[in-house]
């Protein structure tokens, strides 16, 4: 009886192509002399099915060529499991083969690409109109990033102001858990400055918070909180009377 092509793959796909005991690689790559493919790995049964043979004991003829049955081996191991018995028994062999293709598994789960995704895709964000620092530091200190938007049509001052505001944001949010109470405190302070100077050109802060997860790369999936800062002009407040969403597309 012959292995079939499935159990072949199986064994072959589960070891993924390491010999189970010394963990060698079983392929070669071609070189110009010989054949394309050199697979020195040996398909070793763990009973024989020869009364003289190792770890031999009565068993069907599907069941001795069964993937069950067969273990990934090197040649040197393949010849040293069969010599030594004792040491190398059905039970051992089988324990053997067991931690291999979990060790083979994990080798191909390299990391995944680190990503963000929304906890609530789609959902609106809903935003507050931020008056003060401290009332953007209250909601917003802990914040892993941050996006934004800000009205097309904003004159070169306005876009000197909002473009200060956001980039010292930006800086603080990076800094924020390094920052000593001292420092958060001139933060604060800072950032209340900037809201004023916004407010001085008739521009409104909202913000609200994105929850996302970050995943990927080593480590467990962790919670990521984005602030999502909108700046429009005052005079639209009379058409939705301060109240305001952010749609965001999920992946955006
Ligand atoms: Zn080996």
Request: hydrophobic share 35%.
């Amino acid at each position: 009886l012959a292995i079939k092509p499935l159990h072949r793959k199986l064994l072959w796909g589960r070891s993924a192509g390491h010999c189970a005991i010394c963990k060698c690689v079983l392929t070669d790559e071609a070189t110009d002399a010989d054949d394309p493919e050199v697979v020195i790995g040996e398909e070793a049964h763990i009973v024989s099915g020869r009364k003289s043979g190792p770890r031999y004991r009565p068993m069907a003829a599907a069941d001795l060529d069964h993937y069950r049955n067969l273990i990934i081996l090197c040649p040197n191991d393949h010849s040293r499991v069969d010599k030594q018995v004792r040491l190398y028994s059905e039970v051992r062999l089988q324990e053997i083969k067991r931690d291999h293709e979990r060790w083979a598994r994990a080798l191909r789960q390299a990391p995944l690409p680190v990503r963000l995704h929304d906890l609530r895709p789609g959902k609106a964000i809903p935003l507050s109109r931020i008056e003060t620092g401290a009332a953007f530091v209250a909601e917003f200190g802990g914040c892993h990033g941050l996006q934004h938007k800000v009205p097309d049509d904003l004159t070169d001052d306005e876009i000197d102001i909002a473009s200060d505001f956001l980039q010292d944001m930006t800086d603080w949010m990076d800094l924020w858990s390094g920052l000593g109470p001292g420092e958060q405190l001139r933060a604060t302070r800072d950032i209340g400055r900037h809201i004023g100077e916004l407010r001085d050109v008739e521009l409104a802060l909202y913000a609200g918070t994105r929850h996302q997860i970050l995943e990927g790369g080593i480590g467990h999936p962790q919670r990521w909180r984005m602030a999502v800062l909108v700046i429009d002009r005052m005079s639209n407040d009379q058409d939705d009377e301060g109240k305001r969403w952010a749609i965001i597309a999920p992946g955006s």
